[in-house]
């Protein structure tokens, strides 16, 4: 999970589709314990995912709560009053980092983490936050911090996510896999078919498709016994496969 909120943050960018927030490479860090200043990616604004406590689900012990918290850190200069390196100051350009806020930084990544709701693969809440006063680094320069804290329902061990509401009209099949393929660690889909019912890929008789699509023109062959997985590596390593889905209700069809 802590891979997934880096993986988001880095994707994240500013309103009407702009630039990137954290546009710099190594501004996004996953981080164990409580950093210090020095400690904070030197390209800002940056973010670091701390990991905090878990808890497990009463009701449902293959799942547990954990605690993340986003440290941001932004500096703006020009600010004798270090007012502009919370608020904002002057933007030569609304779709990019510059001259922005930590107030407005963590917004964006407010915003970003609570379109996690589950129907994604992943479920988390917001649970608080903060702001830390902005502290003179000489010249007019100031760098504020801001922090949110997460409330992520995770599973206790690896768990892939399988492609769903997989169809066929004619020559074209499809699958819903948004919740597969929005994962930092999705690879591809692999689709195929096999005389017996298969339950991984390595039981297909026949690959039709592998890649990234949800879709495939393919001709139906008639009595067989169509499946769609999804794959995954969590280093993002070509060739190396860490984990496929479990066939699911959804994800095999019979011609």
């Not at 799942?63 to 007012?83: H, I, K, N, R, S």
Request: charged residues 15%.
């Amino acid at each position: 999970m802590a891979q997934q909120i880096k993986s988001i943050l880095e994707a994240t960018t500013w309103h009407d589709g702009g630039d990137v927030v954290f546009g710099n490479q190594g501004s996004v860090a996953c981080f164990a314990g409580t950093p210090t200043a020095d400690q904070m990616p030197e390209a800002l604004p940056g973010a670091l995912v701390l990991t905090g406590d878990y808890e497990h689900d009463d009701d449902d012990h293959s799942l547990l709560t954990q605690t993340f918290q986003v440290m941001v850190a932004v500096e703006v200069a020009g600010d004798p009053m270090g007012e502009f390196a919370v608020i904002g100051g002057s933007a030569p350009d609304l779709n990019e980092s510059g001259g922005r806020g930590s107030a407005e930084v963590s917004e964006r990544v407010r915003s970003a983490l609570q379109d996690l709701t589950g129907a994604n693969g992943a479920k988390i809440m917001l649970s608080g936050g903060g702001g830390g006063g902005a502290q003179p680094l000489g010249d007019g320069r100031h760098v504020a911090y801001a922090s949110v804290t997460l409330d992520a329902i995770c599973t206790s061990q690896l768990a892939y996510a399988a492609p769903q509401q997989f169809a066929v009209a004619g020559s074209s099949w499809t699958w819903e896999g948004a919740h597969c393929s929005d994962r930092f660690d999705f690879v591809e889909y692999v689709m195929g078919y096999a005389a017996t019912a298969p339950t991984t890929t390595a039981d297909l008789d026949a690959e039709v498709y592998r890649g990234p699509n949800a879709s495939v023109t393919a001709a139906q062959v008639a009595g067989q016994n169509y499946a769609v997985f999804a794959i995954y590596s969590a280093r993002g390593q070509a060739g190396v496969e860490e984990g496929e889905s479990a066939l699911r209700v959804g994800a095999t069809l019979t011609t």
